[in-house]
């Protein structure tokens, strides 16, 4: 059984993704699930913080909620804490 999931992307990341994708010869869709594939067994390592924004986490602690919002999308305010207090 799968299940669809729908989330926005940066118009631009998402065409150069799925021209990329197209040029290795491989789906987009495959792309997509081999990360959260990887993600959850734990060979996919993210960073909350993109060092070309934010060096340290306590530039991140400085960042205002928007800020942090515009980076890493939609979140609750108990969400921000959380990370805020990391």
């Known amino acids: 059984m799968t299940s669809q999931v729908v989330f926005k992307i940066d118009s631009k990341l998402k065409k150069e993704a799925m021209q990329k994708?197209?040029?290795?010869?491989?789906?987009?869709?495959?792309?997509?699930k081999s990360a959260v594939r990887d993600y959850v067994s734990g060979n996919l390592k993210l960073s909350l913080v993109?060092?070309?924004e934010y060096g340290?986490?306590?530039a991140f602690r400085q960042a205002s909620y928007d800020d942090v919002l515009k980076m890493l999308g939609p979140m609750s305010k108990e969400e921000y804490d959380y990370y805020e207090n990391l």
């Open 21 to 32: 994708s197209k040029k290795d010869g491989v789906a987009f869709s495959y792309i997509l």
């Open 56 to 58: 340290d986490m306590e």
């Open 50 to 52: 993109h060092q070309d």
